[in-house]
């Protein structure tokens, strides 16, 4: 079945872009996402990004997919102090239920 | 609109008591989720509902049961609690199952099983 993976932190200066990368192993995954996850809340979706395409943009958000490598990443323009938190990958797998990493803890230093 | 609720926040429970996990959504939604999330673990799936009246085993479903009480509310039962049942609880929903991108997750009931 599907695996998700990625690294488990970032420290980034205030200011900095911040690059979260994500791994998956099933290559028919339609539909790839990234949560985000703030101390004692729910995920709240960030973005996603269909498989047929290579890079989706939404303000200071840049996903970049290589369906090649099966590698995910998402690019956060100008990291403020309200960006730490967990960041979540997530794969659709063949029976429409999502597949998680176990989170990219990001900690932005002022 | 409250999106979707969770009841309780906490709990704490002992070795083989049992206890439902409550929740409701107000969006109209379909299709329904229990997760549960341990520390430096992603989301697993329990069991969801992909439409009022069905249920189905998630990656994790041992140890639980679920309703599908009408279209707003989904619970979560353990029957008989055990210390690797604590973990902090997820509901979502999706507007339906083959829609992932309009999934709203709940705040999370936290879990402590002594």
């Known amino acids: 079945g599907e695996d998700v993976e990625q690294s488990l932190f970032l420290s980034v200066r205030e200011g ?49 997919l290589n369906k090649k490598d099966k590698h995910l990443s998402l690019r956060i323009a100008d990291t403020q102090t309200g960006d730490s938190a967990i960041y979540f990958c997530a794969a659709m797998d063949s029976s429409y239920k999502l597949i998680f990493g176990s989170g990219t803890r990001l900690l932005v230093r002022p | 609109n409250a999106g ?29 989720y229990w997760y549960r999330q341990d520390p430096g673990m992603g989301l697993r799936l329990i069991y969801y509902s992909a439409s009022e009246g069905t249920t189905d085993k998630g ?34 929903s999706t507007r339906d199952r083959v829609y992932l991108e309009t999934q709203y997750f709940g705040p999370g009931t936290r879990l402590l099983v002594l």
């Open chain 2, 59 to 92: 990656e994790v479903p041992n140890g639980y049961n679920v309703s599908r009480l009408n279209k707003r509310e989904f619970s979560l039962r353990l029957e008989s609690a055990a210390p690797s049942q604590t973990s902090v609880y997820f509901c979502a």
């Open chain 2, 4 to 32: 979707v609720t969770q009841t309780p926040k906490f709990q704490v429970l002992k070795t083989g008591q049992s206890m439902t996990l409550q929740c409701a959504q107000d969006m109209n939604h379909n299709s329904m």
């Open chain 1, 16 to 64: 900095d872009s911040s690059v979260i990368n994500c791994t998956y192993t099933d290559s028919s995954s339609t539909y790839l996402y990234w949560y985000k996850q703030e101390p004692g809340a729910g995920l709240q979706l960030l973005t996603y990004i269909f498989s047929n395409m290579d890079m989706k943009q939404d303000q200071r958000l840049t996903v970049l």
